[in-house]
């Protein structure tokens, strides 16, 4: 069998090189691809935890309207300062929690290094068939 692919011509290598290649970038697009949604995934939970936090900040908010309507109404009785302790320890929390989910993202790799490093070995090989 290794004789008969001696006696194949140089435009028979080349093609059959080039074929190979193709395989080769195809079977490497769909390892980029799987890596990808692997990493999405992981993003999409800390995502929700940026969702989570963005509606305690909003509850937070909300208190600290409150405090401002109650403030407003009562006479002589602070009861707004109740409510806008309430309203800066539940926007404390909901930072606390945007925060947790920004650090997780910044952590995150995106970039595709199995299928990089992959592609560099492929680069490889190919020279050494080529050479």
Not at 50 to 61: D, P
Not at 72 to 100: F, K, N, T
Not at 104 to 119: C, G, H, I, M
């Amino acid at each position: 069998m290794q004789q008969a692919k001696d006696d194949r011509s140089l435009g028979e290598l080349f093609a059959e090189l080039a074929r190979e290649m193709g395989e080769l970038v195809r079977h490497e697009i769909e390892l980029a691809r799987v890596e990808m949604t692997q990493k999405a995934s992981r993003v999409g939970k800390e995502i929700g935890f940026l969702a989570i936090g963005g509606a305690i900040v909003y509850a937070g908010l909300l208190a600290l309207l409150a405090a401002a309507i109650i403030g407003l109404a009562q006479l002589g009785v602070p009861w707004w300062l109740s409510a806008l302790l309430v309203g800066l320890v539940v926007a404390g929390i909901g930072y606390a929690l945007v925060q947790r989910g920004l650090t997780a993202l910044k952590r995150e790799d995106f970039a595709p290094r199995q299928t990089l490093e992959s592609l560099k070995e492929d680069k490889d090989w190919a020279k050494e068939q080529i050479g």
